[in-house]
């Protein structure tokens, strides 16, 4: 079959290359005669590989010493509950900062544990913005800043990094980790479901600095508890081993490409290629500032939307495939994480300027 | 390489067939030229198939219609918090009946979302043995009853079912589900990590009685909530989505074998095969009275504690992997659930014998 780019939000798609060797030693890994999901993750020879793919991550977002990386069950979603359960102490507030759809779910889950103060920075007019992080409205002495940085369904990035005098501030990064690099010593918190830019569905990065662990609420469940995950490298109860397997092979991947950084550069080329198509042309639209613009989720709207059946439709013909938008904001959606080859959206351009030329 | 039994307690090893299944078909699921893992768990494709594999696990245990099955993160530990989070309201108590290690890291853990009453069945003697349900001290109305049929470290398994008298019966069968036929209707709910007799790591299984549902604490983290897992058929957050598919694969597997009837007769048939090695051997021991043996994990040890090494060693090189039993206990253990062939446990009572020769 002709090759297939697919452009789907979550779970997304994975680098053939790492899927390839996945393949190949799926039923006999290291030799073992195994699989690497049939082999206990107490033995030594996983957890060499499991602590190889947290270096591997330490060194690719250049992670202080200071700060464990857990790998969790659960997903982002479990982490809306974890993060205020292990960092919101009764008595105090956590700020929640709203820029779409995720960051509202976070702040809705949060609010079962403890006082939470959201920040609406959505501002609306003809061209969909956020409010820049110096005017966002903060608590001073709040438990923790929460954002997140890009709002898949919305197609909404915020690349500076707030400035939270001192409080600690909280990212899901599920949809925007390792894209480009960030100074990780600027954050409390970090989290990333996998399933679009590490690996499988299953699986959940949580970055987090020492001081902020061993604070949890009593009702915390263990699976949640980050001081127990850390005391137990992230094997109190079993973890999802082969995501994680998987997530550690993503890891070597983005290294031999020349790590965050060089993928970072691909990544801008691979925006800059969509965004110029989609502006360019009276057929299509991206109403988002300029300086928002994601550059792992692109919506784009046809101008007539009563095409967008058949835009679909010809596209997954054309080996296109995932590209309808999120059923809250409708047209469709490009998501373009590290793991599209700039061919992709090569691809996707070329068919949109022939479907334009098609239906003009 | 010659053949390798793997007698891991879990993750555990996956039937051969599955495996092969799934390396065929890694990088091109039915033609999508993408991996399930790949896909959206919204696209009809996915969700066809997870359907199909709720549909199957219904079947295979006969599931009545008023019983929810929820495919859900986190493991049997995150249902250790999610059943007292959904079925203990305040000011009820909730019996715990401690049979081994699992069981009582159940009430451990529980105690953090009410009133826990644990009931210890365990009786110490020349042989391990436990009370029989019939004399356990209940509470009378207890929100729930919670034992585990099957311990995996102590290899205590309780076959009967017990009597609650109306009081909800919670069973984690984690290492037991699927191995022989069991009543659904006699409880009230029923969890299952899924790496020991479903599929990989990171996906559990809940199968709950429709009026045990909607009744959580106010602070139940979202993907704890049985209620919105089941209006949701488990999409409210991305599930793990391969190990759904795994587990799909695994459950139409044991459909072809003949279903869970089948399975528990090549189940006995394993299990005395091997209790009958040990009985019959002065050199290997299991002191844990007949009635009460598990099928699934076989724990035995040498008397002479001086060889488990060598053992472990020359077992390992004759291709009969991950025998040395849990740190708790010592000795040795063999996980022999659905996916271990009768050979293996041929292979293993015949190396066992070799070996008793060797070392009289």
Redesign the interface.
Known sequence: ?S??F?F???????P?AV??K??RE???WQ?????V?????R?SIYMDMAKQAELDLRELMSIPDNYHVLFC??????Q???VP?NLLPQGKTADYIISGSWSKAAAI?AQ??GNINTVDITLSGEQTSVLPSKDWQLTPDAAYVHYCPNETVNGIEIFEIPETNGVPLVADMSSTILSHEIDVSKFGLIYA?A?KNIG????TIVIVRDDLVGHEQ???????NYKTSADNDSM????????WYLAGVVFKWLKEQGGVKAIATINQAKADLLYKAIDQSTFYQNNIIDQYRSKMNVPFWLKDETLNYQFLKEAEHA?L??LKGHRIVGGMRASIYNAMPIEGVQALVEFMQQFEERNM
Chains 1, 2 share one sequence.
């Open positions: 079959m090759e297939i697919n789907c939000a979550g779970p997304a798609m994975l053939k899927m390839e996945a393949q799926f039923i006999n030799s073992t005669g195994s699989s999901m049939e082999l206990s993750h033995s069950h659960g997903g982002g979603r479990g809306f509950s974890a359960l889950e079962k544990f479901g399933q499988p569905s299953g699986l009593p009702a915390t469940p263990c699976i949640m109190y109860n079993t973890p999802p081993t082969y995501a080996g495939t995932a």
